[in-house]
């Protein structure tokens, strides 16, 4: 069965990395296979930016893969303002999302086709 190119955001807020690796498996996965596909990283999901860019950490290689892909769409400036991580963010140089009071919104990224999975 064929489809037409999907999109698909992954909204992360869960900050367990446990979580996280299939956030960023699914999304590696849905890119090889032709899907339009982007990681928003909300909530305490904000706490592992950090993290993600020790060469120590699990993490770290598919965050590489996945920022290399382009798919992380962008990080939640309120978020990462409250968890302290904003500027890990913007030291990665990750896009800072607040067109909605501050958060990323789901109805833009709806508006432009995008199923939207949250973690």
Known sequence: MEYSMKKIALFVFN???MCFIHVLLNALDMSEKGYEV??????TATTLIPELIREDNPLNKLWDKAK???????VCLACSSKMGTLKDAQAQNLPLLDDMSG????????????????F
């Open 15 to 17: 900050g367990d990395p």
């Open 68 to 74: 290399s892909k382009k798919l992380i769409h962008g």
């Open 38 to 43: 982007g990681i928003v990283i909300e909530g």
């Open 103 to 118: 958060h990323p919104g789901m109805a833009g990224y709806m508006n432009k086709g995008y199923e939207i999975i949250t």
